[in-house]
């Protein structure tokens, strides 16, 4: 690496100059985050039933008590032998987050396509506790436009992320956020997520190095094939 090097004096200005447009993107994404809370939502009117660890699950039972649900949309096939790497980075502060999550009455949850017991096999090897479950036996994911049929596929451009898009793979990620009313209603409140959500690229952001990826994500492995 070719860095400038400099005085500890010219060191602490360049340091304060870039504090400060820290200061302003972390702002900005302070009213980013106020402008989400205030999109409209969707009621789900559908009735969905997962397989859990324990048996089947509705959509209400996710919630595990709480008005709060947010939900990974976890890229794991029903003919996958493992869940994507990507998604493995994304779920690997999960566990650590829920201690907060709870007491501000949020439950989380992961869910794929893949069978319960292709799950729980996986869960364990990567030495996970969040719960997560199976819609491989309902139109979840389909209708909430993660997976697509090999029909769809072959169509050319499938409805994911808002919009028309060129996809080339049956399932894909992201990340919902629903709200259970007293009345036991079902709303979605938001779907989306990014970057920020993989808590290690924030920290490989920090170094000289950083990601030192030529692509995007080319260097993300499961943890434990590094």
């Known amino acids: 690496m070719s860095q400038k090097i400099v005085s500890q004096e010219e060191w602490n200005k360049a340091l304060l100059e870039f504090s400060k447009r820290e200061l302003e993107f972390n702002a900005a994404k302070k009213r980013h985050a106020e402008e989400r809370r205030k999109l409209p939502w969707v009621k789900v009117e559908k009735e969905y039933v997962f397989d859990g660890e324990n048996g089947r699950e509705s959509l209400s039972d996710l919630f595990q008590g709480r008005s709060q649900l947010i939900m990974q949309h976890f ?25 907060h999550f709870e007491p501000k009455d949020i439950s989380f949850v992961a869910v794929s396509r893949a069978s319960i017991e292709k799950i729980s096999s996986f869960k364990e090897r990567m030495g996970w506790k969040f719960k997560w479950v199976s819609s491989g036996r309902s139109d979840f994911n389909f209708d909430f436009h993660v997976s697509f049929t090999k029909e769809q596929l072959a169509k050319g451009k499938v409805f994911y992320d808002f919009e028309m898009r060129d996809v080339d793979m049956e399932d894909m990620p992201g990340l919902s956020v629903f709200y259970k009313n007293e009345k036991g209603e079902i709303f979605r409140t938001y779907y989306g997520g990014d970057d920020s959500l993989l808590g290690v690229c924030n920290y490989l952001d920090l170094t000289p190095i950083g990601r030192n990826e030529k692509s995007y994500f080319d260097w993300i492995k499961h943890h434990d094939k590094y």
Do not use: H, I, L
């Open 75 to 99: 890229m794991f096939t029903p003919e996958w032998k493992e869940g994507c790497s990507g998604c493995s980075v994304q779920a690997e502060g999960v566990d650590g987050a829920r201690y």
